[in-house]
């Protein structure tokens, strides 16, 4: 069974630094984009990081840039995500989740990607409170 | 980057009814949006992407229109399961935002 297992989540004061897991499995981890998602209590998605197959390529959401570090260990098939200084606005739901792609194609080839998350974690919960 | 804006925030309706939820982007976005149904305390599932594709396993009572600004998520003759918030995603381009969600209520 393909499965995103989250972990890591609690409470945590304002400034203060926290680390998410997800453990996949039943797929082959270390072919695919990963990322996290979040949502905050009674609101909507958001997208918060994306990291590449080989953990060469990551990205941001600018809201956490510089706070926050996405990687992967594809031998323990796993994902991270380092949450530092923290602030109230924080505080979510986080969501591990599979990126996947089919190419985009035309009558004179492929030449991109539609990208889509297929797989989400149940979650793991993140408060910054004092 | 990307504003998606769904309408309407909410909507009421019933079971065996038929119902449209729009997105609509701030720019074109082609044909790269994907729709997610969230059950309460549940996570995100995907439904539909590149607009109109369904996702395995997905009933064929949804299904997805639109290109370049606007698009559509349809269901065809609800069930009690369908009663869940609905959430667009663009994937033109970074950060692959998200619409605000539409509710769905019976």
């Known amino acids: 069974e393909v499965q995103l297992v989250e972990s890591g989540g609690g409470l945590v004061q304002p400034g203060g630094s926290l680390r998410l897991s997800c453990a996949a499995s039943?797929?082959?981890?270390?072919?695919?984009?990963m990322s996290w998602v979040r949502q905050a209590p009674g609101k909507g998605l958001e997208w918060v990081a994306n990291?590449?197959?080989?953990?060469?390529?990551?990205y941001y959401v600018d809201s956490v840039k510089g706070r926050f570090t996405i990687s992967r260990d594809n031998a323990k098939n796993s994902l991270f995500l380092q949450m530092n200084s923290l602030r109230a606005e924080d505080t979510a739901v986080y969501y591990c989740a599979r990126r996947s792609r089919i190419p985009k194609c035309s009558g004179d080839g492929c030449y991109s990607y539609y990208y889509y998350m297929d797989v989400w974690g149940k979650g793991t919960t993140v408060t910054v409170s004092s | 980057d990307i504003q998606m804006t769904q309408s309407p925030s909410s909507l009421s309706a019933s079971v065996g009814d038929r119902v449209t939820i729009t997105c609509r982007a701030s720019?074109?976005?082609?044909?790269?949006l994907n729709w997610y149904q969230q059950r309460p305390g549940k996570a995100p599932k995907l439904l539909i992407y590149a607009a109109s594709s369904l996702q395995s396993g997905v009933p064929s009572r949804f299904s997805g229109s639109g290109s370049g600004t606007d698009f559509t998520l349809s269901i065809s003759s609800l069930q009690p399961e369908d009663f869940a918030t609905y959430y667009c995603q663009q994937s033109y381009s970074g950060p692959y935002t998200f619409g605000q969600g539409t509710k769905l209520e019976i």
């Open positions: 039943g797929f082959t981890f270390s072919s695919y984009w």
């Open positions: 720019q074109s976005v082609s044909n790269f």
């Open positions: 990291i590449k197959q080989d953990g060469s390529e990551k």
